[in-house]
């Protein structure tokens, strides 16, 4: 079983709709969360990191949910420049390891 | 301005030779890391250094060497071992206080084809 499971897609949605992606985890001690974007043969970039209240960074919100070992990304009025792939990382501090989603594919089309 | 750069952007190479991809970051980390990613696929993990002159093996090392003499560069040698080394690679970078790891940075990546 992978560490860190991601629906890969493709999520097509039409400009101003508004998506959400969940990415699954499989050990409990994992104890720290990050969604970052990936563009087209580009380096993952970091979007945000998930507290364990939730956050929001404008048209984004990530989410913990601990119990159900799930972190979630909702954006909100999907621009054309969302397009991309969406990576959720989770860092096992007991191992030093950072494990990272295969991605989830976003197109936003006009 | 701080980041990580990696060089050279594109690389070709014969099959039996080995080639370096050099890693360089001035962002004062202590901890570095090579990825590797194939199409449509996520990031496999290398190697990993959290100080200088230690490195750990990560998930698929075989055919691979590093190094770490100084800590702001983490160069990763893929030999003629490796058997399939077309692919992205990625160097990456985070803080490490011994205790915890924080938020890993990303070099640009050097794409590798084996001809």
């Known amino acids: 079983r992978k560490e860190v499971e991601q629906d890969p897609g493709p999520f097509n949605v039409p400009e101003g709709a508004t998506v959400a992606f969940n990415c699954t985890y499989s050990n409990s001690a994992s104890q720290s969360f990050f969604w970052y974007r990936q563009d087209c043969r580009k380096e993952p970039k970091l979007l945000m990191s998930?507290?364990?209240s939730g956050n929001e960074d404008g048209r984004f919100t990530a989410q913990l949910n601990r119990a159900s070992q799930y972190i979630s990304l909702l954006i909100r009025d999907s621009k054309l420049s969302d397009s991309a792939t969406y990576l959720c990382?989770?860092?096992?501090?007991?191992?030093?390891?950072?494990?990272f989603g295969s991605g989830t594919k976003l197109n936003v089309k006009p | 301005d701080g980041g990580i750069t990696q060089s050279p952007k594109y690389l070709f190479r014969k099959e039996g030779q080995n080639v370096t991809l050099s890693c360089e970051q001035n962002?004062?980390?202590?901890?570095m890391y090579w990825y590797r990613q194939d199409p449509g696929q996520g990031l496999r993990l290398i190697y990993y250094?959290?100080?200088?002159?230690?490195?750990q093996k990560g998930d698929i090392a075989e055919g691979y060497s590093v190094s770490r003499e100084k800590k702001e560069s983490f160069p990763l040698t893929v030999t003629s071992a490796q058997k399939n080394p077309t692919a992205f690679y990625l160097c990456?970078?985070?803080?490490?206080?011994?205790?915890?790891?924080?938020?890993?940075?990303f070099g640009p990546g050097t794409r590798l084809t084996v001809l």
């Open positions: 962002l004062n980390h202590d901890a």
């Open positions: 990456a970078s985070s803080t490490w206080t011994g205790q915890e790891l924080d938020t890993q940075y």
């Open positions: 998930v507290y364990s």
């Open positions: 990382v989770v860092i096992l501090y007991n191992f030093n390891k950072f494990y």
């Open positions: 250094s959290q100080i200088v002159n230690d490195f």
